[in-house]
């Protein structure tokens, strides 16, 4: 399994999500970079959808949430690499400890696979798999890359480089006033919903990427899908561009050609599926409908699920769009 993203400025993840802790491993980050630590606070706070937060994806709301994510500290634990609050140069560990894992939940996985889930193709591949509510593929690990990519966006602020994402659609609903009362109705359904991010990328020098196999779309687009629950990746014109002639959109680059960066802003959206783990999934699971991961009419305890994880992807989007360009600078 390759838990390491980037080779310049890399990153490598640990931990299960009904583990003791997840936490990560940067190296290649500068010397003398005072890190943030409200930045990370408040990033942290962006992923777990916490009403408190003024750069909510959703101000205001926590609808459809889990309720694990609300009740999760994200206290972040520097072990190495720091001083001071300034970065050595040397490798950076940082811990997050798990304190509201609840493996009980899950007992029922030991001998029962998902719908939508990790929980079969782990077992296939590695023989063996952690049943605590999908253990590495669980959204849980993406707290830690919320915290290396804070580092890799402090680096590219030097720079003048900014990275801004925002949750555009939900369901069929593009009004963003609207994505609450969306995301509230399929929760007392006991379903859930998927929905689109966007983001920009300001500042970034032209020349960036490389041609043939490291195209800056391809760069972003490998780091991008490899977020939980992620589907889909475009940019520029995207797949809208198929219903136009070339005469219509031959001067939209979405600021990147053949490759490689041409100055301008660039600009991508990407689809988030809706989760598959739903307390009416559950329902329908104890009733014997889902056949193949029927529970023998055993009751199960639901495990704490979002309505929509697209609200608390956008500062994920963040994080790994900024792993990547750092990579690539």
């Given at each position: 399994m390759n838990n390491t993203f980037g080779d310049r400025f890399s990153f490598t993840s640990f931990g299960e999500s009904h583990g003791r802790a997840i936490g990560g491993v940067l190296d290649g980050?500068?010397?003398?970079?005072r890190i943030d630590l409200a930045l990370i606070r408040q990033e942290l706070d962006r992923r777990a959808g916490r009403?408190?937060?003024?750069?909510?994806?959703?101000?205001?709301?926590?609808?459809?949430?889990?309720?694990r994510a609300l009740r999760e500290p994200d206290e972040v634990e520097w072990l190495s690499g720091v001083i001071d609050g300034v970065t050595l140069g040397t490798p950076i560990a940082f811990l997050i400890r798990n304190k509201d894992a609840r493996p009980e939940d899950y007992e029922w996985l030991k001998t029962n696979y998902r719908v939508g889930h990790a929980d079969r193709v782990y077992e296939l591949k590695y023989g063996i798999r952690d049943w605590r509510?999908?253990?590495?593929?669980?959204?849980?690990?993406?707290?830690?890359?919320?915290?290396?990519?804070?580092?890799?966006?402090?680096?590219?602020?030097q720079r003048g480089i900014s990275i801004h994402a925002e949750l555009v659609q939900v369901g069929a609903e593009t009004d963003p006033a609207k994505f609450g009362e969306v995301i509230e109705a399929v929760r007392r359904e006991?379903?859930?919903?998927?929905?689109?991010?966007?983001?920009?990328?300001?500042?970034?020098?032209?020349?960036t990427g490389e041609p043939l196999f490291h195209k800056l779309q391809a760069?972003?687009?490998?780091?991008?899908?490899?977020i939980n629950a992620c589907k889909g990746f475009e940019y520029?014109?995207?797949?809208?561009?198929?219903?136009?002639?070339?005469?219509?959109?031959n001067h939209i680059s979405g600021g990147i050609a053949g490759g490689i960066s041409d100055g301008t802003d660039i600009t991508f959206r990407c689809v988030f599926k809706p989760a598959a783990s739903t307390p009416k999934a559950f329902r329908q699971m104890a009733n014997g409908e889902c056949v193949t991961e029927q529970t023998g009419g055993q009751p199960v305890r639901v495990g704490r699920h979002d309505a929509c994880v697209a609200t608390r992807a956008v500062p994920v989007v963040e994080a790994m769009t900024a792993l990547a360009l750092v990579n690539l600078l």
């Open positions: 980050v500068p010397a003398g970079i009403k408190s937060n003024p750069a909510s994806s959703i101000k205001g709301s926590e609808e459809g949430v889990s309720s509510g999908g253990g590495r593929a669980s959204a849980r690990e993406t707290a830690a890359r919320v915290v290396a990519g804070c580092l890799a966006k402090q680096e590219l602020s006991g379903d859930s919903i998927g929905g689109i991010v966007a983001c920009v990328i300001k500042g970034l020098p032209a020349g760069e972003l687009a490998f780091a991008i899908m490899s520029g014109t995207g797949f809208g561009g198929v219903t136009r002639k070339g005469s219509e959109i």
